[in-house]
């Protein structure tokens, strides 16, 4: 008798919006190579990694403030933009952000291209643009996408990590990412990386649990 391995899924699973057991399962069937991969990192962890929000302006802005920095100048930036509104630490709002001067968010270490477009984040979401946390849990991943990469300084990218580690969705591909694609080079023995409309064409198969695959390669990536 054949033996099915299993993977164990961590116990904080219970954030995500699907059931993680059952997605590695249908991802073995669908893809054996992939199935090897998920051998050899073992346990699905995408629910300890969820990060809780207060409210989508604030994670965005974050986000905004993140592009092409490292992780801790990322940090370091976004502390002192909180830092310049007392009680920010719940959440900044758009209010803060709208009230404040050039002069002061610029001080903060914020570029001109990052203040306009948190400027312009914050002007979508008083006018109800941006969908609220509880909104954006019944809005289709389409639809989330489109609504945020409106916004100045946001991309596809950004909006698909927002699906995947804040709203927890279960079939998320984000075939532009680097991390992705050179998890699915080195998964699938290839001398380079795919091309994205290659992945995408790909990854069809790992519906509707393309967010676990992608986590999976990622992990890949990490080992290398």
């Known amino acids: 008798m054949k033996t099915v391995k299993t993977v164990k899924t961590a116990s904080h699973d219970h954030g995500l919006a699907?059931?993680?057991?059952?997605?590695?399962?249908?991802?073995?069937?669908?893809?054996?190579?992939?199935?090897?991969?998920?051998?050899?990192?073992?346990?699905?962890?995408?629910?300890?990694?969820?990060?809780?929000?207060?409210?989508?302006?604030?994670?965005?802005?974050?986000?905004?403030v993140s592009q092409q920095l490292s992780g801790k100048a990322a940090a370091t930036i976004y502390g002192r933009v909180?830092?310049?509104?007392p009680g920010s630490g719940r959440?900044?709002?758009?209010?803060?952000?709208?009230?404040?001067?050039?002069?002061?968010?610029?001080?903060?270490?914020?570029?001109?291209?990052?203040?306009l477009a948190m400027r312009d984040l914050a002007e979508r979401t008083l006018a109800g643009e941006i969908p609220t946390l509880a909104a954006a849990r019944r809005l289709s991943d389409d639809a989330i996408i489109e609504?945020?990469?409106?916004?100045?300084?946001?991309?596809r990218w950004t909006a698909e990590m927002f699906l995947i580690f804040r709203l927890g969705r279960p079939d998320?591909?984000?075939?532009?990412?680097?991390?992705?694609?050179?998890?699915?080079?080195?998964?699938?023995?290839?001398p380079e990386q795919p091309k994205p409309r290659e992945l995408a064409a790909h990854g069809a198969r790992w519906a509707p649990y393309r967010t676990v695959a992608s986590w999976y390669l990622w992990r890949t990536a990490d080992r290398g």
């Not at 249908?26 to 073992?42: H, K, N, Q, V």
């Not at 909180?82 to 509104?85: D, K, T, V, W």
């Not at 998320?172 to 290839?190: E, T």
């Open 147 to 155: 609504r945020l990469t409106a916004v100045r300084g946001i991309g």
């Open 91 to 115: 959440g900044l709002k758009p209010e803060q952000i709208l009230g404040a001067s050039d002069a002061v968010l610029r001080g903060a270490g914020l570029s001109q291209a990052k203040m």
């Open 172 to 190: 998320v591909l984000p075939v532009d990412d680097f991390g992705v694609r050179k998890g699915f080079a080195l998964a699938f023995g290839l």
């Open 82 to 85: 909180c830092a310049l509104f």
């Open 18 to 64: 699907f059931d993680p057991a059952l997605a590695v399962a249908t991802l073995r069937a669908a893809d054996p190579t992939l199935g090897r991969a998920i051998d050899g990192i073992g346990e699905f962890a995408l629910g300890r990694e969820l990060r809780a929000a207060r409210n989508v302006f604030s994670v965005l802005a974050e986000s905004i």
